[in-house]
């Protein structure tokens, strides 16, 4: 067997993720071939020092799309992801594409082993990842979309802004609290039942604050975020954003993926932009999301990339669903051997 180079290698791989089973419509996955299996990628938030570590030891491909994603981004990715500091991990502009590079890195050694999903759904910012497993967009220029689109989120942060995790009340309790701010504060993230991220200004967090804890919310948990993302605040950033983003080449996508807008699926690259502009001002509907993909025919979801929380949710979303978690080479390897036994 010839050797392969590693830069040949890597743009092997990086290939599959755009050639997944090209002989097969969109349609053909949504009518003929049942969707059993979905891939969910998480958004940020899932960031820590010592990202991907393992899934770069040992692995020439990994390595080589670390080095390819350096030199479009200009950034030393690999030193923050490994090595921090935390703070500047953090940043947004930062922290963005070092999810995503940790979630395409897993969905690229997947896509090697055989492993395919069904239907893919990302959680906010991971919508970029879902695009990519859905061919419809090259996994650099993902890493670059994300690169942009945190940094024009940072610099539309207001000094006084947040977002504040509500939990133990139903969604329209809490937007019946957001209703009387007057605009101020709006709901962000519709993550699980019983559990609504608000996002606004700090004097209309502050105001709905003793609302939410008189209509009978459990707790009120202040999320270590810089600014009030997912709300109008952010039209700035949407703005600057939508700008890149027209720019960046878009296919159609050639498997269903469930979108945080509307939880919809969409094909069309005419619907799928604007989505991903209006995501930064308009709420994530994760828990509509889910139920979607399982009306389509999910019952097995794996969610690929850094640490768990879409897992946690899920599992409150779906209690009887099969969630998976592939975070690292041992989540990885654990997983392959089950799917390969069966």
């Known amino acids: 067997m010839l050797a ?34 979905a891939f969910l990628f998480p958004g940020q938030g899932a960031q820590f020092v010592g990202m991907a570590r393992d899934l770069l030891e040992g692995d020439p491909g990994s390595t080589e799309f670390l080095s390819q994603t350096e030199d479009r981004l200009a950034m030393p990715l690999g030193r923050l992801m490994m090595d ?19 979630s395409l890195a897993l969905l690229r050694r997947l896509v090697a082993n055989g492993i395919e999903p069904g239907a893919v759904a990302g959680h906010s910012m991971g919508e970029f990842a879902g695009l990519v497993a859905g061919e419809a967009l090259d996994p650099l220029d993902a890493l670059a979309a994300v690169r942009a689109r945190g940094a024009a989120m940072s610099a539309a942060v207001l000094p006084a802004s947040g977002m504040i995790a509500v939990l133990g009340l139903p969604d329209g309790t809490v937007e019946q609290v957001c209703a009387g701010s007057g605009g101020l504060v709006v709901v962000a993230n519709y993550n ?22 008189a209509a009978g919310a459990k707790r009120l948990v202040r999320l270590p975020v810089s600014g009030a993302f997912h709300s109008p605040l ?32 969409h094909q069309d690259p005419m619907e799928v932009r604007p989505l991903m502009v209006g995501q930064l001002t308009g709420p994530v509907r994760w828990t509509q999301s889910i139920q979607r993909l399982q009306q389509l025919g999910a019952d097995t979801y794996i969610e690929v990339g ?37």
């Open 192 to 213: 699980a039942p019983g559990q609504v991220v608000i996002s606004g200004s700090e004097a209309g967090l502050n105001a709905v604050s003793p609302q939410l804890q």
């Open 84 to 102: 921090g500091p935390e703070a500047e991990l953090q940043a947004t502009e930062n922290a963005q594409p070092a999810i995503l590079f940790h």
């Open 4 to 37: 392969v180079p590693p830069a040949e290698a890597a743009a092997r791989d990086l290939s599959k993720l755009r050639l997944l089973r090209r002989a097969r419509s969109h349609q053909d996955r949504l009518g003929r071939k049942p969707i059993t299996v």
């Open 234 to 265: 952010m039209a700035g950033a949407a703005q600057v954003f939508a700008a890149v983003w027209e720019r960046m080449p878009l296919r159609p996508l050639r498997r269903p993926q469930v979108f945080n807008a509307d939880a919809q699926v």
């Open 306 to 342: 850094p640490r768990r929380a879409l897992t946690g949710l899920v599992k409150k979303i779906l209690p009887g669903a099969v969630v998976h978690n592939i975070e690292d080479v041992p989540s990885m390897t654990a997983y392959l051997k089950t799917a390969h036994a069966g």
